[in-house]
């Protein structure tokens, strides 16, 4: 983990409530599933944002405005932000098998972003299920396909492409898979994917690094810290019940 402070580059729309943020700074080190803790003027917490892409020195984020810090950083447009980075254990892209499926919901749809364009380069076929609640909330679509992704849509309206969840459009032509949304999200998949998988939590954070223990949760091998021994855990390590 290190401070480092990025220049902001970008700093948009994508849906009523979800931006992205482009910044320039030293980038070394940051990989798929990782994420960084922006300060902001005035507020005493730093903001966990899972990081969406990086390219050599380009760090690229998509945050949902929910609440004072992020309302805040979407004002933003120029200067420099304190960034620490990079934080929390990432996935893993050495497995074996060659069709990979990710699976995403709403914001959690940003760091698989990352980790399709890895899985890519690695010569992988990926697949990728994208959820939302409806049409206008939809994002990253075409850039999951520009990637060479084959990629699917689910609205809980029917409003656009499979109507329900990610879990509606499950098929079986995949050996492995990533899944990173909100919790009922990854529970279902949990329960509905058959192979082994890895998924990325969300939890509320203070410090970021694993200090404050504030993030932990009960696995099979006994207590965790998303910030620290996560954001990713294998599908075997977690202990959700139906």
């Known amino acids: 983990m290190r401070q480092e402070y990025f220049e902001i580059l970008e700093n948009k729309a994508l849906t009523d409530m979800v931006y992205r943020i482009i ?13 960084v803790n922006v300060a902001l003027d005035h507020l005493f917490l730093r903001r966990p944002l899972s990081v969406c892409d990086v390219e050599e020195d380009r760090l ?27 934080l929390g254990n990432g996935y893993d892209l050495n497995v074996e098998a060659e069709r990979i499926l990710l699976l995403g919901g709403g914001v959690g749809i940003p760091p698989l972003y990352f980790l399709a364009r890895q899985l890519k380069n690695k010569g992988k076929k990926v ?5 939302f609640n409806t049409e206008k909330e939809i994002f990253y679509e075409e850039e999951f396909r520009n990637l060479g992704c084959d990629v699917t849509v689910s609205t809980a309206d029917g409003s656009y492409g499979v109507r329900g969840f990610v879990t509606d459009a499950l098929s079986e032509d995949y050996g492995y898979f990533y899944a990173c949304g909100p919790l009922p999200m990854l529970k ?10 890895e998924f990325s939590l969300e939890e509320r954070m203070g410090c970021g690094f694993g200090a404050c223990m504030g993030c932990s949760i009960q696995t099979k091998e006994g207590s965790k810290r998303v910030c620290k021994e996560g954001p990713v855990f294998k599908k075997e390590e977690l202990l959700w019940q139906k």
């Open 23 to 35: 910044l320039r700074g030293n980038t070394e080190g940051i990989l798929p599933g990782q994420f």
């Open 60 to 86: 690229t984020l998509i945050y949902k405005t929910a609440g004072k810090g992020t309302e805040a950083l979407s004002t933003l447009h120029e200067g420099k932000l304190d960034i620490l980075c990079p």
């Open 127 to 131: 697949s990728v299920i994208l959820g």
């Open 188 to 197: 279902a998949v949990y329960h509905q994917c058959k192979t082994a998988g």
